[in-house]
Structures are given as structure tokens and as C-alpha cells.
């Protein structure tokens, strides 16, 4: 199986962790926005996208995913506890749930910040921020958890965000995806 998405996945949280240098990740900045939020913002609600309909054309190969309805009903019937998965950013003592929203039947706010941005970015530009752009990154990474999970070769490991590794991709690790 092709790693090409994970390897895309660490050059974009590679950028996101450029944009440290300039706004810090903190509480009190994640509605900060600027044009590299949404660029990444674009990018990431984009390969979100891809690897969705990737996951379930391995999980349901006959099923028809066109959109991130189809891609609801599809993964949260085959891994029922995928919106609770939790992403650590240990060096900043933050977490976060990406897809918590996905129960009950509600895109994610930074799903729909991504498609604000993509078609209104005018009227949306503030959508852009560092939280959206943190919480699409996040909502990645666990989609790629749920396409390798029987990948033991998974690596190098991300740099800032972190779900158990390796626990998660060693057979018998002391986490498991929920819903696997």
C-alpha cells in the first residue's frame, strides 16, 4: 500500500508548524487568521476529502462516496467510536476531537470552515484561523489512523500531533482506534 498520503500528511502539519514561529499555538490565538491558515486550510479540507473516500472504497467497496454525508454514514457505521478519537499535542498540553461533531448528523466546525473558505472566502476569511486549520489537521491524521491501522510501518511519526504512536500501530498496543 502506497504511503504517498501519510508522507503528504507530515509536509503539511510541517508547514502548519512554521506558522508557530509566527503566531503561538495557544488559547487565546486560535482565531487568529491569515492567508497561510487558509492556503493550509484549503490543502488539508481538500486531502481530507481524498482520504475519506480512499477509507471507504477499502471499507465499503461498493458503496458510492461522494461527500462528507456519504463519507458519514459509511465510516461511522464501520468504526462506530471514529468521532471520539482523541489527538494529543503534547508540547502544548492540548487535545482535541476532530470529529466529535460526526455524532449525531453535523459536519465538524472545520469542515464547514473549509468549504466557507473554499467557496466565500470573501465573506469567510476569518474561518481561516488557526484552530479550523489545527482541527482539519487533526481530523486528517485520524482518517490516515483508520487507513493504515493494519500498517505497522507507519513512519516517521508527526512531528507536533501525536494519537498513541506507536500503541495504535503495533498489533496488541496498549490503544486501540475506537470502533476497530
Excluded at 29 to 41: G, I, R, V
Aim: charged residues 20%; proline residues 6%.
Amino acid at each position: 500500500m502506497s504511503l504517498q498520503p501519510w508522507y503528504y500528511f507530515l509536509s503539511v502539519e510541517k508547514d502548519f508548524i512554521r506558522t508557530l514561529d509566527f503566531v503561538e499555538l495557544h488559547a487565546s490565538n486560535l482565531k487568529a487568521f491569515s492567508n497561510e491558515y487558509a492556503k493550509l486550510l484549503l490543502l488539508i479540507g481538500s486531502e481530507v476529502d481524498v482520504v475519506a473516500k480512499m477509507l471507504c472504497a477499502k471499507v465499503a467497496p461498493d458503496q458510492k462516496a461522494k461527500n462528507i454525508v456519504d463519507y458519514k454514514t459509511i465510516l461511522t457505521a464501520k468504526f462506530v467510536g471514529l468521532h471520539t478519537v482523541e489527538i494529543e499535542i503534547p508540547r502544548y498540553s492540548m487535545s482535541l476531537q476532530p470529529w466529535l461533531r460526526w455524532d449525531p448528523e453535523v459536519s465538524p466546525c472545520w469542515w464547514d470552515a473549509y468549504n466557507n473558505v473554499k467557496h466565500e472566502r470573501d465573506k469567510s476569511y476569518p474561518d481561516a484561523n488557526q484552530d479550523n486549520t489545527l482541527a482539519a489537521l487533526g481530523g486528517l491524521l485520524a482518517l490516515l489512523l483508520y487507513f493504515y491501522k493494519d500498517d505497522q510501518h507507519l513512519q516517521p511519526y508527526p512531528d507536533l500531533l501525536n494519537c498513541g504512536f506507536p500503541a495504535f500501530l503495533v498489533d496488541g498496543g496498549s490503544r486501540a482506534l475506537p470502533g476497530v
